[in-house]
């Protein structure tokens, strides 16, 4: 048993969880098969990112079993308490907006930062890696739709954090994220997918590193993958509702 965020939380798989993941998981990855059939694209280029966020221990531990290892959380606090008691072969990805005063503690778990939206954040990341000795990859946030209530670069500059990125001796700019429209019109979504995935294509001309889409959720993950998609980051299709 071990305590998260106050709750004490029973650290074993019992069979519901297991059956119910189980279940969710070889649905979705039907799906995603399905889809990438329909539109011509290799199942191995789209990576499943269970997103695994206010989740039990038990779930995360199910989800193991079962054979997936990238998680993706979006506070630090809450993948550092997670990553500490589960198996250390697992890829953690952080998902979620990351003050300056929590790289290092990121940092000590994260291989993957999808949420980065600032050229002082991108330096930051840098300085703590080479201080601490860690590698880390990291996707550049895009606000494609400018919607206030969003984070994430402007496209214009884009380009300007790329250059700052290229020197940099522990951290790879290796794509994009983006998070789909606001609204929930089918072809809003769309068109912010095929924006990105313009992008993508444009800036990786000049830097090669540039491949990975980081886009798609429970709800749009059928509409990300035929835009290029090669994250996606599902968490209540797969692992039911969040519990705290
Ligand atoms: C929570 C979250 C997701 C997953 O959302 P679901 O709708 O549960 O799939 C994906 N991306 C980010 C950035 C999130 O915070």
Not at 37 to 45: N, T
Not at 56 to 74: I, S, W
Not at 204 to 233: F, H, V
Request: glycine residues 6%.
């Amino acid at each position: 048993m071990i305590n998260i965020h106050g709750k004490l939380i029973f650290y074993c798989v019992d069979n519901m969880a297991f059956e119910f993941l189980s279940e969710n998981l070889k649905n979705l990855q039907t799906s995603i098969a399905e889809i990438c059939r329909k539109c011509q694209r290799e199942v191995s280029e789209v990576t499943l990112l269970p997103v695994t966020k206010r989740q039990p221990l038990e779930k995360l531990q199910a989800l193991y079993d079962l054979g997936e290892r990238h998680f993706a959380e979006n506070r630090v606090q809450e993948m550092l308490e997670k990553a500490e008691v589960l198996p250390k072969d697992l890829v953690w990805h952080l998902i979620g907006p990351l003050q300056s005063n929590k790289v290092r503690h990121a940092l000590s778990y994260a291989s993957y930062i999808h949420s980065v939206d600032s050229i002082k954040l991108l330096n930051r990341i840098e300085r703590i890696a080479q201080e601490d000795g860690k590698e880390v990859k990291v996707f550049l946030q895009i606000n494609i739709t400018g919607e206030e209530q969003k984070s994430g670069f402007a496209e214009a500059d884009l380009d300007a954090a790329l250059k700052v990125a290229e020197s940099f001796l522990k951290t790879t700019v290796v794509g994009l994220m983006t998070m789909g429209a606001v609204s929930d019109s089918e072809e809003e979504t769309k068109e912010v997918f095929s924006k990105l995935r313009e992008l993508r294509d444009k800036w990786q001309i000049e830097y090669p590193e540039l491949k990975q889409l980081s886009m798609g959720m429970s709800g749009d993950y059928q509409l990300a993958i035929p835009e290029g998609a090669t994250y996606i980051r599902v968490g209540s299709l797969l692992l039911g509702n969040r519990e705290y």
